[in-house]
């Protein structure tokens, strides 16, 4: 996936220890959709982080600890589906990074598992709403 911005400031993006999350949806092709699930997963992060005593901010679908980006993140669509890519530096001698806020190696896979379950028990929870829902006017 291309982020357009960062291409067109010739900005390269890397880091070699990363926690990533790759999301795809196969209910939708619409590009508004996913950014909006991509805010709304960039945000349920920021949630977790803070519950680990970590504050961030978010630009967009950016988080930024100390002022520093924490965070990348690129959201598309195909033909048959929608995706986000999201990733966390673990290390990093630049940007901010996970291990500079006292995140262990050893809490990087459970931090992962409860990112990716809330943002499934959300999605889940959003279907559930929309089943029980019906258009203004229609009985």
């Known amino acids: 996936m ?3 911005e960062d291409r067109k400031e010739g900005d390269s993006i890397y880091s070699t220890d990363m926690l990533h999350f790759v999301i795809e949806h196969f209910d939708s092709t619409d590009l508004k959709l996913i950014y909006a699930r991509q ?3 960039t945000a349920m992060v920021a949630e977790s982080l ?3 005593g970590i504050k961030t901010s978010r630009a967009g679908d950016d988080l930024f600890v100390q002022g520093k980006k924490l965070s990348i993140s ?3 669509t195909s033909a048959v589906s929608q995706k986000i890519h999201f990733g966390m530096n673990v290390e990093h001698g ?4 996970l291990s500079d806020q006292g995140v262990p190696e050893k809490d990087l896979f ?5 990112i990716a379950s809330r943002y499934v028990e959300e999605i889940h929870d959003i279907e559930k709403d929309l089943r029980k829902s019906r258009p203004l006017g229609v009985m």
């Open 94 to 97: 630049v940007y901010g990074c």
């Open 39 to 41: 805010r709304l997963f």
């Open 110 to 114: 459970p931090l992962m598992e409860e």
């Open 2 to 4: 291309i982020d357009l």
């Open 74 to 76: 690129i959201a598309s």
């Open 50 to 52: 803070l519950q680990r």
